[in-house]
Nanobody, 120 residues
Framework: QLQVVESGGGLVQPGGSLRLSCAAS????????IGWFRQAPGKEREEVSC????????NYADSVKGRFTISRDNTKKMVYLQMDSLKPEDTAVYYC?????????????WGQGTQVTVSS
């Protein structure tokens, strides 16, 4: 049974950093791309970043390029999102999702989300 669990959210001041973690079980972890998505109040959920099954390919939303870094450790079945230079507009619930595919993020299983709030 697929289980996806995010952690690491919290309250941070503008310009600060957070590292989100995603643990996924119940799948052949190294077969699947993994993505981070976010949803702010009143807005649609959007893809933030995606990493391929082997970790060699990554992509980012334009709004976070140069500030966020996605990585994965297949031996630990973990995916991370390092978020630096955070802005108030990064405030959202962040979700981790497994993908049907190895090289693109088409969500198939979601975590419960973790709240990130950027505010002074």
């Amino acid at each position: 049974q697929l289980q996806v669990v995010e952690s690491g959210g919290g309250l941070v001041q503008p310009g600060g950093s957070l590292r989100l973690s995603c643990a996924a079980s119940g799948i052949r972890f190294n077969y699947h791309a993994i993505g981070w998505f976010r949803q702010a109040p009143g807005k649609e959920r959007e893809e933030v970043s995606c990493i391929s099954s082997g970790g060699s390919d990554t992509n980012y939303a334009d709004s976070v390029k140069g500030r966020f870094t996605i990585s994965r450790d297949n031996t630990k079945k973990m995916v991370y999102l390092q978020m630096d230079s955070l802005k108030p507009e990064d405030t959202a619930v962040y979700y981790c999702a497994t993908s049907h595919y190895s090289d693109s993020c088409v969500p198939s299983g979601w975590g419960q989300g973790t709240q990130v709030t950027v505010s002074s």
